[in-house]
């Protein structure tokens, strides 16, 4: 049980106040989300430069501290993803925090897959032999992770739905194996910088769409340092709304993408 949060914009964009300022912003649901929970056991959020991914991750709460506000504040990016950690998989350490990077990509998940101390022998055997080595923690997650971009190796990255659609048939699949009845979390998002794409399975999530600059209710500002000739577009997604736009429930079983170049969320069903 976490929360995710991922933007995409096609202007870079400062998102500090769905992060911190909002009146359900990430930080304070890291204290307590709208059922009453805590996400406590982490934090972390990465952009992207002209290098790759640039992640800051910590092992503690986002409330505790100035550490999660600093790392928002500097935050001015088209593509961006955040994660605030309920440890059910593996516990309160950095290699445990989410997001999780390699190479080009990225990649955050909430929820559990049940019963992953059985599962987590054929996930690892699905996994390219020389991917396995990088796996550092002890969660459900990293090891989802690997798992895509083994998948992304042998099917490549044209389609990104469908990578992330065949993740989640085979995880829950083998996740039923061990008990027919369970029921696993799977909200993912994944992206390389310029395209973002994830998944509803089984946990909330929804979604606020952007068309042109507007002043930031929170802060009063607009929040880009816009080009006149661009028309901006942006999408946020979200475990629970954040703000008072007027945000939608992607509906469960779902997959969702966006792309720098496209930054409107498509959604479909599978």
Known sequence: MCRLYGFCANEPTKVECTLVHAQNALVAQ???DLSGKTHSEGWGVVTFDDVGPQVERQAWAAYHGEHFHRAASRIYADIVIAHVRRATVGGAEINNTHPFVSGKWAFAHNGTVRNFDRVKKKILSEIAPDLKSSIKGQTDSEHIFYYV???IRREGASDLRAIIAQT????DAWAR???????SGLNIILTDGDRIAGSRF????????????????ICGFPHIHHEQATRYR???VASEPLTHENWLEIPDRSLWE????????SIRSF
């Open 202 to 217: 089984g946990r909330t999530l929804h979604y606020v769409e952007r068309d042109g600059v507007y002043d930031c209710e």
């Open 258 to 265: 966006g792309a720098v170049s496209r930054p409107e969320i």
């Open 168 to 171: 989640i048939g085979d995880v």
């Open 234 to 236: 942006a999408f946020v």
């Open 177 to 183: 194996e061990v008990d027919p009845k369970s029921v």
């Open 149 to 151: 971009l083994s998948l």
């Open 30 to 32: 890291s204290r307590s």
